[in-house]
């Protein structure tokens, strides 16, 4: 079967991310893989490494310039001139599926249309304004989405978003499979085992793009409130709190806004590390990884993080909260920094009777999130797709 992947940006945050772990599993299946390419960027030398033929031609994505109307009008002049190339490109290659990656791109899906090629729509985002995204036109969008065979949901709360947009029976809620060898520590010593040593150091980690919606401010707030509550009260093993926070700059305000009330509160111990694929070394050496986000289809750091038996702490909304229940993390009340620091020092106090919370979530995160399996449904999806389309190409003839 022959399947082109449609993305909506080069980059390596999670979409992409989600996207190399199914390409990366799918030697054991009969899928003969290809990706569509708006533009250059770093997803290409991870395609180069797995060995998968991708293609480049100029097209835009369908998120919103908040600023000027004028790039948003270029970005769909761009799109409505790569429309014949990436349909004659779908003709030549004779694909059997178009897998559009992201609700956030749309030109793949026009294009599988008028081809006459079946495609499904990937839903892996909510789409609300926290994150600052915004579709040029959504009533054009989810008009591409109510033609899709079939729209996969990352969870829930992302199906529970767009029931409304396209019909129930199309929505099938499945999980990210992810590449469990990536991310487990099976050997890890967890949180409460780390300070035998006497150091006394306990590093937390916050990893996603800087923006308000990813709640970095939330988090260097809470640990000001921990650092002066340890230094007053003296809560044993501790004496070094350290926050490490992972990501690219999303929003240059808030990014500025962020490093001044460090400098102006004076709060040491926060690290500022560039996005990058691996986080493996980072995660030996933390205790905690932080959720902040006030809404998360899914959240793919949750799980990596779970994975690498960190204890985790996040935000009780949407994907984290159904990730998190059942004794498989703490969760504290979306946007209260005072609340998330009274998470952290109850778990600070009480490090030594977390160890089954952590293990708790690593066998879930193994389970649930398993990539093999999540390729066998994926690619059972993709035969009935494609084999009813089959079948309704052959009533007309």
């Not at 199309?170 to 999980?175: F, W, Y």
């Not at 984290?320 to 620091?341: H, P, W």
């Amino acid at each position: 079967m022959k399947v082109c992947y449609v993305t909506h940006l080069p980059n390596l945050t999670g979409a992409n991310q989600s996207l190399l772990d199914i390409l990366s599993k799918w030697e054991h299946q009969k899928v003969e893989a290809t990706v569509l390419l708006g533009k250059h960027g770093p997803l290409e030398e991870e395609l180069k490494r797995l060995d998968i033929p991708y293609k480049v031609i100029p097209y835009s994505s369908e998120i919103k310039d908040q600023k000027s109307s004028i790039k948003n009008l270029i970005k769909q002049i761009k799109c409505f001139f790569a429309k014949e190339k990436i349909k004659r490109f779908f003709k030549e290659e004779k694909f059997d599926l178009i897998h559009n990656n992201t609700l956030l791109s749309g030109i793949g899906m026009e294009a599988a249309q008028q081809a006459g090629i079946p495609y499904i729509c990937h839903m892996r985002e909510l789409i609300v304004p926290e994150h600052n995204v915004e579709l040029i036109n959504p009533k054009k969008q989810f008009g591409r989405l109510r033609k899709a065979e079939k729209a996969i949901a990352i969870s829930e709360c992302v199906k529970n978003r767009f029931i409304s947009e396209v019909a129930e029976n199309k929505i099938i809620v499945l999980s990210d499979g992810i590449n469990i060898s990536k991310y487990e520590m099976p050997t890890k010593k967890v949180f409460g085992e780390l300070h035998n040593d006497g150091t006394g150091v306990v590093n937390f980690m916050l990893a996603g793009r800087i923006s308000p919606g990813k709640g970095q401010l939330e988090a260097i707030k809470a640990i000001e409130i921990v650092k002066k509550y340890v230094e007053k009260e003296k809560i044993i093993g501790v004496k070094e709190i350290n926050l490490y926070i992972v990501g690219s700059i999303g929003d240059k305000c808030y990014n500025e806004k962020i490093r001044e009330y460090i400098k102006n509160k004076n709060i040491q111990g926060i690290h500022f590390i560039e996005f990058c694929s691996d986080l493996s070394q980072l995660r030996g050496k933390c205790d905690i990884g932080l959720t902040c986000s006030k809404s998360e289809a899914l959240g793919r750091v949750t799980i990596e993080n779970m994975l690498s038996k960190l204890l985790v702490i996040g935000a009780n909304g949407d994907g984290t909260s159904e990730i998190l229940s059942e004794e498989r993390g703490l969760l504290y009340e979306v946007g209260d920094e005072k609340d998330l620091a009274e998470k952290i020092v109850f778990a600070l106090k009480n490090r030594e009777k977390f160890g089954y919370m952590i293990e708790n979530a690593y066998n879930y995160a193994k389970e649930k999130f398993d990539g093999e399996t999540y390729n066998t449904k994926l690619y059972k999806i993709y035969r009935e797709v494609v084999d009813e389309n089959y079948k309704e190409r052959r009533k007309d003839i």
